[in-house]
């Protein structure tokens, strides 16, 4: 069971999002798993860069300021690619497509519930 992610108005970014904040947790990130289902996520925090190698699935990448305010969103990350954004404290990894379907943006402001 993860947190919910979402916007000021309260629609859902990522419904069951899961927190990595440790050093552990951060490393371990999205690997070992076979996908993410609709709706599921990991939010990494610190991070302003991220790696897919040995990861079985494409994903989107939502990076975040300190505030949780949305910089950048990174579409469709094949396996085997490092992604970044410049000045982002922390990103929300989804399955690719997810940030289309729910249509998070860069300059929404997200919070955790």
Known sequence: MGLVLQRQDGSPVCER???AETPLTRLKGLLGRRGLEQGEGLLLRPAASIHTFFMRFPIDAV???RELNVLKVSHDISPWRTAA???AKGVVE????EARRVGVAAGDRLSLA
């Open 63 to 65: 990076w975040v300021d």
């Open 85 to 87: 954004c410049k000045g």
């Open 17 to 19: 999002c899961l927190l």
């Open 94 to 97: 989804l399955a690719a497509g």
